[in-house]
């Protein structure tokens, strides 16, 4: 059965290649869905630079490019990053000398890191601009969509039952809300093959509210409600695959 399905699934992604390498996009604007995959390296700020600092974004993008050059799409993104910029939020749990136990008593190893996804509609337009052929061009898009995140407290090799289970939420700092975004970059769509990729300025803004009614490190101190501004940007670059309909074929009568 798993032999089966990787033929498949390598006849698949084959096929899809040929037939990239059979449609010359220099002849007019082609209407296609697209997927793809991306990496964006973003910078904090506003709100979350209290919090975060560098951030990285891993997703994926559907979306759907129209004779008019038109795009519309769906991404989702896994965020994470290690650079945390709040004070110790474990302060109260470490002994004299800065260190944290486990159940046994066992000097306990602890890492803090920032997680989090967001899931956005897009739509804008290509401008065949400075391109290769008319499917080339200036991206511009923007959209709304979720911002969710929080501080990840692992202990891979202990039991630290201050911050187990339901405790960790009361360090977590989880955040959700509205997110929008924008982006203005360069996408290439080879004129033959499958070389296709796009690349440019990724811009994110949450408007996001604490999750949490008490912070554990900072009881005495009530849990603010505002709504938050939550700022991103950085670069964001991807590899997408153009869905194309198969070439009708050409018959010939003598």
Do not use: C
Request: proline share 4%.
């Amino acid at each position: 059965m798993k032999k089966r399905f990787l033929l498949s699934l390598s006849f698949l992604i084959l096929n899809n290649a040929f037939m990239l390498a059979q449609r010359n996009v220099t002849d007019s604007i082609i209407s296609t869905p697209m997927l793809g995959v991306h990496y964006g390296a973003n910078w904090s700020q506003a709100d979350l630079a209290d919090r975060f600092g560098f951030i990285n974004h891993v997703g994926l993008m559907t979306g759907y490019k129209t004779s008019k050059n038109w795009f519309w799409g769906l991404d989702a993104n896994f965020l994470f990053g290690n650079q945390i910029r709040l004070p110790d939020v474990l302060a109260n749990i470490r002994d004299s000398k800065g260190n944290i136990t486990d159940q046994s008593g066992d000097i306990a190893q602890v890492s803090l890191s920032s997680r989090g996804l967001n899931v956005n509609i897009a739509a804008g337009k290509l401008f065949p601009i400075l391109s290769p052929n008319v499917n080339s061009g200036i991206l511009v898009h923007a959209g709304i969509g979720y911002l969710a995140y929080k501080l990840r407290i692992d202990t891979p090799f202990h039991v630290v039952p201050q911050i187990e289970l339901d405790y960790r939420k009361g360090y977590d700092r989880m955040t959700n809300g509205v997110n929008l975004h924008q982006f203005i970059g360069y996408q290439f769509m080879a004129n033959r093959g499958f070389v296709n990729f796009y690349g440019g300025f990724y811009f994110q803004e949450g408007f996001t509210k604490n999750q949490r009614t008490l912070f554990f490190d900072t009881p005495d101190i009530p849990v603010s409600t505002k709504t938050r501004l939550d700022v991103q940007f950085g670069l964001r670059a991807g590899w997408i695959i153009p869905i194309y309909k198969r070439l009708p074929k050409d018959y010939y009568i003598d």
